[in-house]
Nanobody, 117 residues
Framework: QVQLVESGGGLVQAGGSLRLSCSASGRTVSNVGMGWYRQAPGKEREFVAVIRWSNGAPTYADSVQGRFTISRHKIKNEVYLQMNSLKPEDTALYYC??????????WGQGTQVTVSS
């Protein structure tokens, strides 16, 4: 069992920045990757970014490429999402997830990001 706790969400003006953090605890030895999804009101959950745990290789959604940066701290079992040049359309509940070697996912409770225009 893996537990994920997100933090760092909040309210920011368009063009501003936020940094999300996600801390994993429990059975994390088989961690393959950690990442972020988001869900805006009335919309489906969408992929944001993921980082390969072994080598730190990131993958981003087109909508955030060049503005968001994902990173990790292997010893702390933490993943971060630095979000710059935020837009109102980035407003959503951001969920952290972790994937193990069997492609099973565990999810956090989410942290709200609101970008005002």
């Amino acid at each position: 069992q893996v537990q994920l706790v997100e933090s760092g969400g909040g309210l920011v003006q368009a063009g501003g920045s936020l940094r999300l953090s996600c801390s994993a605890s429990g059975r994390t030895v088989s961690n393959v990757g950690m990442g972020w999804y988001r869900q805006a009101p009335g919309k489906e959950r969408e992929f944001v970014a993921v980082i390969r745990w072994s080598n730190g290789a990131p993958t981003y959604a087109d909508s955030v490429q060049g503005r968001f940066t994902i990173s990790r701290h292997k010893i702390k079992n933490e993943v971060y999402l630095q979000m710059n040049s935020l837009k109102p359309e980035d407003t959503a509940l951001y969920y952290c997830y972790i994937t193990d070697y069997a492609s099973r996912r565990s999810w956090g409770q989410g942290t709200q990001v609101t970008v005002s225009s």
